[in-house]
């Protein structure tokens, strides 16, 4: 298993070299989910490194901790943190979604250290309540931690999940949303208004935290909040920013489906390094 | 006579007494597939997702990768169809062991009518890559196919009848998926078919003997992995084919088996089957009527397939 590290400057400068592995990859790529991965980042972070048990020698340890990217397209961040733990070497972060790599467009199984395959939206948590329910007739102690956006929430299935975890009284499921705001077509309130969102959850039979999701201490404590839940699932809604890290992504849904050029990469390599 | 969705619900109670792995999901719909008796004697590894059949779905494959043996059951409509792409990227695409039961397959749902009449089912399942489809053809069949199913690699769907269908098989006969069941070798033409349309083609190859027609009758209860050398001998040794299923014939079986023929061994063939329409309210028996599929038309049918053959 993994030591956690909870040293807040360590977590920062960890979120900005995945930041980096991110954008290089995106760019040899040409092509991928740029905002919505660099809205992840911070709260993959506080989960891989200071909250999941997790072995990368053994990724089918029993006792593991789960976790479900449901949101798939923001793989690219979790790609960069397993192949900074080992779970592959991490030359391979720059084949992603080239024909032959293993790393695909969207998460699969099969891939050291991703659980499920995800990427049509809406059906991660449906997938983590089929996981925490086995936990529990297994005895397990282990959690299912799985990650929502805020425009997948536009799909009926993760309401009709999201009542089976409070009819189940699943407490070993943690959900964390990255509430980014906005989605393809625009801010999600004006796609689909979501709001109240919070309410919505509660009404739903969920605990709700809400958090600023690029905030170490913020998100560990929510995390540490969701742990002390008992007989209801709980839901941390993390504010975050799409694109954030870098001035000219940040809060502009263009950058939802396109990729830095060379050129893109370096000013935002040199804006993020000069932090 | 007994509905197949009978003997799926006695074997599943078999199986939850022989393998703690198995687990059986439901949509509201337990007693009518018959997860009943498995509810009511392991109600711990019961699970009920209300009518929410996206959420059921995708839950099994969370099941499947922790090991477990999930059956998730509701009528064939709702499988196939308002679940599709749960079973395409929460289960094909991981290869899972999830069964996929669909009961009430079929236009013999009768008075429900065509919003519950699985008649797509076949072609949405047996598109998807790792799916593999089973349709039992009587009681026993369905036994064994649960069974079977509970074993077999990656996803099986499973269609079963709501109505009784007479008892073709027995206990003690042998049971493989994806290899077909010969019930009888013709020498003018092979009817192949599936589930209740199986005892409709015998009595069909009964009144053709009696005519002078030698008709084989295959019981295809392995839609897919088709059983390729069973259908490409009986192509071989006929040359001619005619399908018979409860099902669309765009896509279906008959499809599965021209796919096959058309590349292998190419032999007259025809389909029976609903012709590009949807179902409508009434008994199983007039509906199976109104709609020809019957061992009547079969019988026209084979014999329009003989004089082509012959001119």
Same mark, same amino acid.
């Given at each position: 298993?993994?030591?956690?590290?909870?040293?807040?400057?360590?977590?920062?400068?960890?979120?900005?070299?995945?930041?980096?592995?991110?954008?290089?990859?995106?760019?040899?790529?040409?092509?991928?989910?740029?905002?919505?991965?660099?809205?992840?980042?911070?709260?993959?972070?506080?989960?891989?490194?200071?909250?999941?048990?997790?072995?990368?020698?053994?990724?089918?340890?029993?006792?593991?901790?789960?976790?479900?990217?449901s949101?798939?397209?923001?793989?690219?961040?979790?790609?960069?943190?397993?192949?900074?733990?080992?779970?592959?070497?991490?030359?391979?972060?720059?084949?992603?979604?080239?024909?032959?790599?293993?790393?695909?467009?969207?998460?699969?199984?099969?891939?050291?250290?991703?659980?499920?395959?995800?990427?049509s939206l809406g059906q991660?948590l449906?997938?983590?309540?089929?996981?925490?329910?086995?936990?529990?007739?297994?005895?397990?102690?282990?959690?299912?931690?799985?990650?929502l956006?805020?425009g997948e929430t536009n799909e009926g299935q993760v309401w009709e999940s999201?009542?089976?975890?409070?009819?189940?009284?699943?407490?070993?499921?943690?959900?964390?949303?990255?509430?980014?705001?906005?989605?393809?077509?625009?801010?999600?309130?004006?796609?689909?208004?979501?709001?109240?969102?919070?309410?919505?959850?509660?009404?739903?039979?969920?605990?709700?935290?809400?958090?600023?999701?690029?905030?170490?201490?913020?998100?560990?404590?929510?995390?540490?909040?969701?742990?002390?839940?008992?007989?209801?699932?709980?839901?941390?809604?993390?504010?975050?920013?799409?694109?954030?890290?870098?001035?000219?992504?940040?809060?502009?849904?263009?950058?939802?489906?396109?990729?830095?050029?060379?050129?893109?990469?370096?000013?935002?390599?040199?804006?993020?390094?000069?932090? | 006579?007994?509905?197949?969705?009978?003997?799926?619900?006695?074997?599943?109670?078999?199986?939850?007494?022989?393998?703690?792995?198995?687990?059986?999901?439901?949509?509201?719909?337990?007693?009518?597939?018959?997860?009943?008796?498995?509810?009511?004697?392991?109600?711990?590894?019961?699970?009920?997702?209300?009518?929410?059949?996206q $959420?059921?779905?995708?839950?099994? *494959?969370?099941?499947?990768? %922790? +090991? #477990?043996?999930?059956?998730?059951?509701?009528? /064939?409509?709702?499988?196939?169809?308002?679940?599709?792409?749960?079973?395409?990227?929460?289960?094909?695409?991981?290869?899972?062991?999830?069964?996929?039961?669909?009961?009430?397959?079929?236009?013999?749902?009768?008075?429900?009518?065509?919003?519950?009449?699985?008649?797509?089912?076949?072609?949405?399942?047996?598109?998807?890559?790792?799916?593999?489809?089973?349709?039992?053809?009587?009681?026993?069949?369905?036994?064994?196919?649960?069974?079977?199913?509970?074993?077999?690699?990656?996803?099986?769907?499973?269609?079963?009848?709501?109505?009784?269908?007479?008892?073709?098989?027995?206990?003690?006969? $042998?049971?493989?998926?994806?290899? *077909?069941?010969?019930?009888? %070798? +013709? #020498?003018?033409?092979?009817?192949?078919?599936? /589930?209740?349309?199986?005892?409709?083609?015998?009595?069909?190859?009964?009144?053709?003997?009696?005519?002078?027609?030698?008709?084989?009758?295959?019981?295809?209860?392995?839609?897919?992995?088709?059983?390729?050398?069973?259908?490409?001998?009986?192509?071989?040794?006929?040359?001619?084919?005619?399908?018979?299923?409860?099902?669309?014939?765009?896509?279906?079986?008959?499809?599965?088996?021209?796919?096959?023929?058309?590349?292998?061994?190419?032999?007259?063939?025809?389909?029976?089957?609903?012709?590009?329409?949807?179902?409508?309210?009434?008994?199983?028996?007039?509906?199976?009527?109104?709609?020809?599929?019957?061992?009547?038309?079969?019988?026209?049918?084979?014999? %329009?397939?003989?004089?082509?053959?012959?001119?």
């Amino acid at each position: 298993m993994i030591n956690k590290k909870t040293d807040l400057e360590f977590l920062k400068q960890k979120s900005l070299d995945i930041r980096c592995d991110v954008l290089a990859m995106l760019e040899e790529a040409g092509s991928g989910h740029t905002g919505g991965s660099l809205s992840l980042v911070e709260i993959l972070v506080s989960l891989y490194y200071c909250k999941l048990n997790h072995d990368p020698e053994n990724p089918s340890w029993g006792e593991r901790d789960r976790f479900i990217l449901s949101k798939g397209h923001g793989c690219p961040t979790l790609y960069a943190i397993l192949a900074d733990f080992g779970y592959f070497p991490k030359n391979e972060l720059m084949t992603l979604r080239k024909y032959g790599s293993c790393l695909q467009g969207h998460p699969e199984k099969g891939i050291r250290g991703i659980e499920a395959s995800t990427g049509s939206l809406g059906q991660g948590l449906s997938i983590s309540i089929g996981m925490a329910l086995s936990a529990r007739l297994d005895g397990r102690e282990n959690r299912v931690y799985c990650i929502l956006g805020d425009g997948e929430t536009n799909e009926g299935q993760v309401w009709e999940s999201a009542m089976t975890a409070a009819h189940y009284k699943l407490d070993n499921i943690i959900v964390m949303l990255d509430h980014n705001k906005l989605q393809i077509d625009g801010p999600v309130n004006e796609v689909k208004n979501l709001e109240p969102f919070e309410e919505k959850w509660r009404s739903f039979g969920w605990k709700v935290k809400r958090c600023n999701g690029h905030d170490f201490q913020e998100l560990l404590d929510a995390l540490d909040w969701a742990d002390s839940i008992k007989g209801h699932p709980a839901i941390i809604i993390a504010d975050t920013v799409k694109g954030k890290g870098v001035s000219f992504m940040e809060n502009d849904n263009r950058w939802h489906g396109v990729t830095p050029t060379k050129e893109e990469l370096g000013k935002a390599l040199e804006e993020l390094k000069g932090k | 006579m007994k509905p197949t969705r009978d003997g799926f619900g006695e074997a599943l109670l078999e199986l939850g007494e022989k393998d703690e792995r198995v687990v059986v999901l439901s949509a509201d719909l337990t007693e009518s597939v018959r997860a009943g008796a498995f509810k009511a004697k392991f109600p711990k590894r019961f699970f009920n997702f209300g009518i929410s059949e996206q $959420d059921m779905m995708s839950a099994a *494959a969370g099941f499947a990768l %922790e +090991g #477990k043996i999930p059956f998730a059951t509701t009528f /064939g409509v709702f499988a196939s169809g308002r679940a599709w792409d749960q079973i395409r990227t929460s289960i094909a695409y991981m290869n899972l062991n999830v069964n996929i039961i669909g009961s009430h397959g079929g236009i013999t749902v009768g008075p429900d009518g065509a919003t519950h009449q699985a008649l797509e089912d076949y072609a949405l399942m047996r598109v998807l890559p790792n799916m593999s489809v089973v349709v039992p053809c009587d009681f026993y069949e369905a036994k064994k196919a649960t069974e079977a199913a509970a074993s077999y690699p990656g996803p099986v769907y499973l269609r079963l009848t709501r109505n009784k269908v007479p008892f073709l098989t027995s206990l003690d006969d $042998d049971f493989q998926i994806g290899k *077909a069941r010969v019930f009888r %070798e +013709g #020498k003018d033409l092979t009817i192949v078919a599936s /589930g209740q349309m199986v005892h409709i083609s015998l009595k069909a190859a009964d009144i053709l003997k009696e005519e002078g027609i030698s008709a084989g009758v295959i019981n295809l209860h392995t839609i897919k992995p088709l059983d390729r050398d069973a259908i490409l001998k009986a192509a071989r040794e006929t040359g001619a084919i005619l399908t018979v299923e409860e099902h669309q014939v765009f896509g279906g079986m008959g499809s599965a088996i021209a796919e096959l023929i058309s590349e292998n061994e190419p032999v007259l063939i025809k389909f029976l089957g609903i012709r590009d329409r949807f179902g409508r309210s009434g008994e199983s028996d007039i509906l199976l009527e109104a709609f020809g599929l019957t061992s009547e038309s079969i019988v026209k049918e084979a014999k %329009e397939l003989i004089k082509k053959k012959q001119s």
